[in-house]
């Protein structure tokens, strides 16, 4: 899908026009291999290039050829699974060039959308160096969003196991730390393509730009640092429910085998007067209460297993 914006001169409002025009901004949203070839064709725009944000796997980059510059960073979506929230990341492709400014990605992103809906202050498509910041400033301000939202899902999810250790619980909470890497290193390739921009000379930069293109940085480290943050606290807390789970399964094994040798004691005993043994050599066989006392005798025995068990910390 194509669409195309254009903000004019003298006005603030963004229109959306059918024909590429000069300082416009076409939005290209998962597009088709003939509307990548006519972009190709008539802004000498690599077909390689344009195709690049449309693979998932894609690493950010930032390459200037003759006819345009080429930003590649990756940028944070959420996809359910199965009811469940995933934050994953996709490339998302800018292209500057003299006369257009194209967006290449493979789904709808709310970063774009912010632009379209006109939510984004200062915004005008004839500012070419201003709107690819502004973009990318949005870009980690979503990252850190997500952060938020993801921190938030693992607080919830560490009540729950508290008062039950299930395994879809944990399962979440693995899911959430694979998030946290996905974020990690998309957050690290951006940094790259960002600190490249500062000294990239191929765009005109003017002083607010600059300034701008600072801000996005510092959003970018502090998305990085709350990412590094909440995934030395999410493995943190994995570790722990792990070693309370281990403990517990401990503790269990230990009173079943305490009471294996409690129950273990009269089994003895009573095997002791069993058929296979003869009956005039055993205390009290000749008694008509003998099987009274044997009993009482074997109650007190597993008395006093119990008491030493309980001595020692075992019951």
Sequence with gaps: MVRIFKTYEGSKELREITDIERESWVMMTDPSAAELQMVAEEYRIDLDDLRAPLDEEERSRLEHEDCYTMILVNIPVVRKE???????????????????????????????????????????????????????????????????????????????????????????LYDLEKCLVYFTTSLKSNEVVLEKLRKHIGLKHYEEDQELLEDVIIE?????????????????????????????????????????????????????????LNPAGMPF?????????????????????????KKKNLL
């Design 285 to 309: 066989s000749g008694s008509p209460i003998g099987f009274f006392i044997v009993s009482a005798f074997s109650v007190a025995v597993c008395v006093i297993a119990v008491l030493i068990l």
């Design 82 to 172: 199965e009811g469940k929230r995933m934050y994953e990341t996709i490339p998302l492709g800018i292209f500057i060039t003299e006369k257009v400014v194209f967006t290449v990605c493979l789904e709808e992103t709310n970063i774009l959308k912010q632009f379209t809906d006109g939510l984004v202050p200062n915004f005008y498509t004839y500012m070419k160096t201003r709107f690819v910041y502004q973009i990318l400033y949005n870009n980690a301000a979503l990252f850190l969003m997500h952060l938020r939202m993801i921190d938030r899902r693992a607080n919830e999810v560490e009540e729950i196991l508290h008062e039950t250790s299930r395994n879809k619980d944990l399962i979440q």
């Design 220 to 276: 970018n480290k502090q998305a990085m640092e709350m990412t590094y943050i909440y995934h030395n606290i999410l493995r943190s807390t994995m570790s722990l429910f792990g070693s309370i789970i281990d403990n517990n399964l401990n503790q269990v094994m230990k009173f079943l085998a305490a009471i294996t040798i409690v129950l273990e004691l009269p089994t003895m005993i009573s095997g002791l007067y069993g058929m296979n």
